[in-house]
């Protein structure tokens, strides 16, 4: 079992920056394929970016369109630790993130049902 734990969140100013934090506990997360995905109110979740497994894919990543050149998905596998660096934000940014893994996948998934494990959420809210 993997055990997901966000941080990070807040309330910022259009514009402005944050950067979220993921820890995972309960095994390593090293060869796990790991994500983030967002919901804003009334909305379904959607998925913001994924970063694949070193060992299987090199650790690549993907972005949705709307937050490309904006945001920028890491992992520390020594910390066990995902993160969400988000730059230039925009009020439409606002949503609760939620980190997420699968273990011992070659890719990096774009579909929420990829997903095996998930964290609790952490709240973004971006001021106009």
């Known amino acids: 079992q993997v055990q997901l734990v966000e941080s990070g969140g807040g309330l910022v100013q259009a514009g402005g920056s944050l950067r979220l934090s993921c820890a995972a506990s309960g095994r390593t997360v090293s060869n796990a394929a790991m994500g983030w995905f967002r919901q804003a109110p009334g909305k379904e979740r959607e998925f913001v970016a994924a970063i694949a497994a070193i060992s299987w894919s090199g650790g690549n990543t993907v972005y949705a369109d709307s937050v490309k050149g904006r945001f920028t998905i890491s992992r520390d596998n020594a910390k066990n630790t995902l993160y969400l660096q988000m730059n230039s934000l925009k009020p439409e940014d606002t949503a609760v993130y939620y980190c997420?893994?699968?273990?011992?996948?070659?890719?990096?998934?774009?579909?929420?049902?990829?997903?095996?494990?998930w964290g609790q959420g952490t709240q973004v809210t971006v001021s106009s």
């Open positions: 997420a893994a699968v273990l011992l996948s070659r890719t990096a998934p774009m579909n929420s049902y990829q997903y095996d494990y």
